[in-house]
């Protein structure tokens, strides 16, 4: 499989992956990001991709998935994290176009984190998924992810890097 990982430049084709694994989840019974597809979401993906924390995922050559990653906390990490001083990056909005699922696109994207904290030198990637979304936690689970608690319906996972 021949991927490519950039930063996104422009948010429309983020925008446009997001929106698409919106109306898979949808389509699954899954209204979990249920705002994106009404659009409530789409200035803060912009805000992502002007601070150069946004990611696009090629796959031969085509827009497959995108992902935010970032050291500093939103308001939506503090309200679930509370507020944390030690350096972590924060794995957001991992979405992969329907049509490449099941294609090692997710695994991909925590290991590309994975170096990328290496990189800088921070040793922690944290996240969170729904408690319902069984397939996901299970995947972040196999993936080394820690589940250290749950709040307001999220499980807030941990990855410590070596």
Known sequence: MNMI????????????IIK???YWLVQQGNLQW?????????????????AGETFLVYKDKLPAATFNLSVNQNDWDKGLWGEKKDPAYY??????EPDHMGNGIGEAILHAAE???????????????????????????KNGYKN???VNGMNLYEKILA
């Open 20 to 22: 698409s694994a919106a």
């Open 115 to 141: 170096r990328k904290a290496r990189r800088d030198q921070i040793p922690l990637i944290r996240l969170d998924c729904a408690q319902l979304n069984r397939k996901l936690n299970t995947f972040y689970s």
């Open 148 to 150: 250290r608690t749950a």
């Open 34 to 50: 249920e705002s994106y597809l009404l659009g409530e979401e789409d200035d803060i993906i912009k805000k992502a991709v002007r």
């Open 5 to 16: 990982i950039k930063i996104a430049v422009d948010a429309a084709i983020p925008v446009q």
């Open 91 to 96: 794995l957001h909005r991992v979405a992969v």
